[in-house]
Each structure stands twice: as structure tokens, then as C-alpha cells.
């Protein structure tokens, strides 16, 4: 079946480090890969998306590039900043289906 | 434009007893979506609609659980004789069918936290 698989966390940075949060995914055909944000006490809110291969979403100095030869969507952002601290899901929109796919999501703590 | 909003968003409720949950889509949206989410974990799929129809509904969608969406707008989510293991955030999303198709993106709501005691 479709799966998304995230590393875990937290993922601790100080600020202005280098963010790499890695996912892959399993699905048939070609699914369209996002990834999105959650605040404390919020709903999820969309950060980036890619609808085919080779595609780079980039939002907000994030960015992740579907690759479809390693199967990852993996999420970049050159510098961090303390209000990027959140929990951030990758997920997949598999052909055929209106159900999205979560992963387990990455926390995120960005040290002043 | 609004987003997608949802009510209420706290309920503590004792074990047993019936809780119903509202969501109220992006107005343009006819897609909609229930999910549910515990401390920790990802969103978890429980249905969707498309207008009125319920199009999909997972295994974890319990004969406990019914969600409507009567006239295409609001939708509702019941849960009967809640138990400890239903307490989680339970969140709303809504979507277009227009542009994308599957890679449509869907916009979540804040989310309703349930509390069984």
C-alpha cells in the first residue's frame, strides 16, 4: 500500500544551521508529494508541494525536489530561524485516491 | 475568504456518552475530509466526501462513527459511546476538484480536540 516514511526527531538546530528533514514514500504510479507545517495548537498548514518528478516546491526558504529514482521528497532550508520550530508531515496524494498519506511528522527546535 | 473552520474546538466528555463535531468547508471547496490525529503521530484518514457523497471511508471509521455532509456544505462527525481511546485532535479539510486533480491540495482546519474521561 502507499506509506510515507519521515526520520524521526526532534531535530534540534541552532539558529541559521542547515535543515534536512528526509522522507520517502511507496506508492504505485505517481503521486503528488507536499509537505506541511503544524504549530503548536494548530491545524496543518500547506508548506510546499511537488505534483511530478524533477518538481521543486519551495515556499518560505524551504524547498524539497521530487525524486522519483530514490523515491524522497526530502525537505531543505538553508538557514533556520526560531519561529520555523513546528512539527513538519510530508505527505502523498496517491494517483487513483483522494486520501492523503501522513508520515509520523519531524519535530523541529531551532535554539536562539 | 475564509478557511476551514471547526466546532468546537475542546470537548471533554465522560465515556459513553455522544459527542457530534462540525466543520465548515472553504465556501468553493466540494471536497471534504475527515481525519484524525494523536499526540505524536500524523493525520490519520477516516473519510471524505465529494458534495453530499461519501466517497471513502477507512477501516478505522468504526460503526461508532458517521460522518454526514447533508447538503454539500457542513459537514458533521458523530462519534456513539465515546471511549478512552477516542480522545485525539479530530481535523477537517477541505479541497477543490477544480485545476490538479490528485494533486489537489487540501486546507485543514484547527482542529476539534476530543477528551474521554
Known amino acids: 500500500g502507499n506509506s510515507v516514511t519521515q526520520m524521526e526527531g526532534p531535530v534540534t538546530l541552532s539558529e541559521e544551521a542547515f535543515l534536512t528533514i528526509n522522507c520517502t514514500y511507496t506508492?504505485?504510479?505517481?503521486?503528488?508529494l507536499f509537505w506541511y507545517v503544524q504549530y503548536p495548537g494548530e491545524g496543518l498548514q500547506l508548506l510546499l508541494k511537488?505534483?511530478?518528478?524533477?518538481d521543486k516546491g519551495s515556499n518560505k526558504g524551504f524547498e524539497a525536489t521530487y525524486r522519483k529514482e530514490t523515491t524522497s521528497f526530502h525537505l531543505e532550508k538553508g538557514s533556520v530561524q526560531v519561529s520555523d520550530s513546528a512539527v513538519y508531515f510530508c505527505a502523498l496524494s496517491a494517483s487513483g485516491t483522494y486520501k492523503y498519506i501522513f508520515g509520523t511528522g519531524t519535530r523541529l527546535k531551532v535554539l536562539a | 475568504d475564509t478557511g476551514v473552520s471547526q466546532d468546537p474546538r475542546h470537548k471533554i466528555t465522560k465515556r459513553g456518552q455522544n459527542v457530534t463535531f462540525r466543520c465548515d468547508p472553504i465556501?468553493?471547496?466540494?471536497?471534504l475530509y475527515w481525519y484524525r490525529q494523536t499526540l505524536g503521530q500524523g493525520p490519520e484518514f477516516l473519510t471524505y466526501f465529494q458534495n453530499e457523497a461519501q466517497l471513502e471511508k477507512s477501516r478505522l471509521l468504526s460503526d461508532r462513527f458517521s460522518a454526514e455532509r447533508p447538503k454539500g456544505s457542513f459537514s458533521t462527525l458523530e462519534i456513539q459511546r465515546t471511549e478512552q481511546g477516542d480522545s485525539a485532535m479530530y481535523l477537517c479539510?477541505?479541497?477543490?476538484?477544480?485545476?490538479?486533480?490528485?494533486?489537489?491540495?487540501?486546507?485543514f482546519g484547527e482542529g476539534s480536540w476530543l477528551t474521554v474521561v
Open positions: 479539510a477541505s479541497s477543490s476538484t477544480a485545476g490538479q486533480g490528485f494533486g489537489n491540495t487540501i486546507y
Open positions: 506508492a504505485t504510479g505517481y503521486p503528488s
Open positions: 511537488a505534483t511530478k518528478a524533477d
Open positions: 465556501s468553493e471547496h466540494n471536497r
